[in-house]
């Protein structure tokens, strides 16, 4: 018999394994292409976070960690991947400002554990809030802050009741303790503020500009 706290833990991974299909079905659409034509960065991308997915719930069916290697990446990159894969969402209600300050921004962890993050923050403002959405980042006495930011939504939230939602801000919360930093979410009556703040990686280490 399966547990509540199994049950949830089964969700949350198939809320994760959800949203790259998701993202990847938009993807084709905007492209027109058939689906077995040569992947691009985009696909590679989505391909990664959903791999990433089947991990987690892998791990949540038999048990085990399902930690990766931690590596050191660009988050500009990871951030710039998470905006394309949502481009077509996006350009419905406006598109995204971005106003990016922060370099390269060298991170040490999993860039597939924080793609899922990003992806998160991006539909959550996109699929639940109101434009404008602005992305800002900045270097902060060493460390990395992004924040997402969203008008009010025309339509109340659905999610209430339903297992299988919800899981998206916890998940984000979980992926930045698990880089040595702290997300934070503040919801107003004009909007929401998603915010977060991850250690850049030690000094010595440098990307190209």
Do not use: K
């Not at 590679?44 to 960690?65: P, T």
């Not at 959550?124 to 959405?133: S, T």
């Amino acid at each position: 018999m399966i547990t509540p706290a199994h049950r949830r833990a089964l969700n949350r991974a198939l809320h994760e394994l959800r949203r790259p299909l998701q993202a990847l079905v938009l993807l084709e659409e905007r492209s027109g292409q058939p689906a077995a034509s040569p992947p691009s960065a985009s696909r590679r991308g989505l391909l990664e976070v959903a791999a990433s997915a089947l991990q987690d719930l892998d791990g949540a069916v038999n048990g085990g960690a399902s930690s990766r290697p931690s590596q050191r990446f660009s988050c500009r990159e990871v951030v710039l991947a998470a905006l394309e894969r949502w481009r077509s969402v996006a350009a419905r209600t406006g598109g995204i400002r971005v106003y990016w300050d922060a370099g390269p921004a060298p991170l040490e962890g999993d860039p597939a554990r924080m793609a899922q993050a990003l992806d998160n923050l991006l539909s959550n403002a996109l699929e639940h809030g109101g434009p404008p959405v602005v992305l800002t980042a900045a270097r902060v006495a060493g460390r990395l802050r992004i924040t997402i930011a969203n008008g009010a939504g025309s339509h109340p939230s659905q999610r209430d009741g339903d297992p299988r939602r919800g899981h998206g801000t916890e998940i984000v919360s979980d992926v930045a303790s698990a880089h040595r930093g702290r997300f934070a979410l503040c919801q107003t009556g004009s909007g929401c503020v998603a915010a977060l703040e991850l250690p850049l990686a030690e000094p010595g280490y440098s990307l190209a500009a």
